[in-house]
């Protein structure tokens, strides 16, 4: 996930994807209607990564400007109490970038390191496999060729220093990627990147997001080498005025409270004024108030159709796939967010797709590490 979020080119987005434009704190997640993508009706389970079956994002942490700017400073207690919550696994953001050197080679931080190092080892001590995700280089995508050459040079100092570890260690090229790192860009990107890591790491497994924030409408776009252990990662937060709504960091048109999942409401949410201002919102608003449960853009129906996308691409690659991030903000009804998680939890279950909920500490928070806890509601629907 980003930190903020400013919305463009809405006009762009009129008959198929409607989103933003800048990182996030949360998460900057294009909403999605009428793709035009045929439904997958059956669902096919796809072939396991390893043993990977639940992950808990250890989000605003190591991926914020400096640890504890965000309100997270890891600790033993995150990975113990994910451990003790029931999941198999944790994505680990990191944001490199900011720990580097801007000339060649790109010296990652010695410190830094050490840090990272510390907290792949607290997850293994804990029997949890981890996936590293190079997170927040905002200027990758904002520059994608003057800044390509930088994000090589940090994967092959990532790759040579884990090279050695077991395979329960993955790698997540880069996250969410967007803006100026348009899909062609991107797939150039890829193939460099992994021949980079594979120099080194010849059969570790390698993830790669789909661009305009790991859409699964762009997982299409992907063009990889033939290589089996390259994974496609694909993130859920639609319906995204639901599990956005009134986020500080989104723009104001997202600032309509009390939707609830699933739709329709008992009574109809009245949008703020600039929702009404925005055509997209205020047809998505009047859909949710008004169409019945099975067609409404606020409930189950939505879900299903991310994951037909992600299913299709599957299919027709022949690549696995893997969930990175869903959730849904504090600022919605516990009961609503409790199905929602349970809802996207057991469509990517049903379809034997490994998942990884987002927890940041703050608005999108699961584990309470500090009192070696959690939201009981929220984890009794992800894990029973």
Request: hydrophobic share 40%; charged share 20%.
């Amino acid at each position: 996930m980003n930190r903020s979020l400013t919305t463009i080119g809405v006009v762009a987005f009129t008959a198929a994807l409607l989103g933003a434009c800048q990182p996030r704190r949360a998460g900057v997640h294009p909403s999605t209607a009428n793709a035009g993508t045929a439904s997958v009706t059956s669902a096919t389970p796809i072939a396991p990564i390893l043993s990977l079956k639940r992950c808990v994002n250890l989000g605003n942490g190591l991926d914020a400007p400096s640890e504890g700017e965000w309100g997270v400073i890891l600790g033993e207690n995150h990975f113990s109490t994910a451990k003790a919550a029931g999941f198999d696994h944790v994505r680990l953001p990191v944001r490199f970038s900011a720990h580097a050197e801007q000339t060649p080679p790109y010296t990652i931080d010695a410190a830094f390191f050490a840090r990272v190092d510390w907290a792949i080892a607290q997850a293994q001590s804990q029997g949890l496999s981890v996936i590293l995700d190079v997170h927040h280089f905002n200027e990758l995508t904002d520059d994608p060729d003057a800044q390509t050459e930088r994000f090589l040079g940090l994967w092959k100092q990532i790759a040579e220093r884990y090279a050695s570890q077991p395979e329960t260690l993955i790698f997540e090229l880069l996250n969410e990627p967007c803006k100026n790192l348009n899909p062609v860009k991107l797939n150039a990107l890829h193939k460099r990147a992994i021949a980079t890591v594979r120099a080194s790491n010849p059969t570790r497994i390698i993830m790669v997001d789909s661009y305009f924030w790991a859409n699964t409408n762009y997982l299409r776009t992907l063009e990889l080498p033939n290589d089996p252990n390259l994974v496609a990662q694909f993130h859920m937060y639609q319906p995204i005025l639901f599990t956005h709504q009134g986020a500080p960091w989104m723009d104001p048109e997202y600032g309509t409270v009390g939707i609830v999942f699933p739709g329709p409401p008992s009574k109809p949410v009245q949008p703020v004024e600039a929702a009404q201002n925005s055509g997209w919102v205020r047809d998505w608003l009047k859909s949710y108030n008004t169409a019945t449960a099975a067609q409404n853009p606020g409930g189950p129906k939505t879900i299903r159709e991310e994951f037909d996308r992600a299913s299709a691409y599957a299919q027709s690659s022949g690549r696995r796939v893997y969930l990175g991030e869903f959730g849904a903000i504090n600022n919605a009804d516990m009961t609503s967010r409790a199905n929602y998680l349970k809802a996207v939890r057991e469509e990517s279950e049903r379809r034997n797709i490994a998942w990884c909920v987002w927890d940041d500490g703050g608005g999108f928070q699961l584990l309470k590490p500090q009192e070696k806890g959690w939201v009981n509601e929220l984890k009794q629907a992800l894990i029973p």
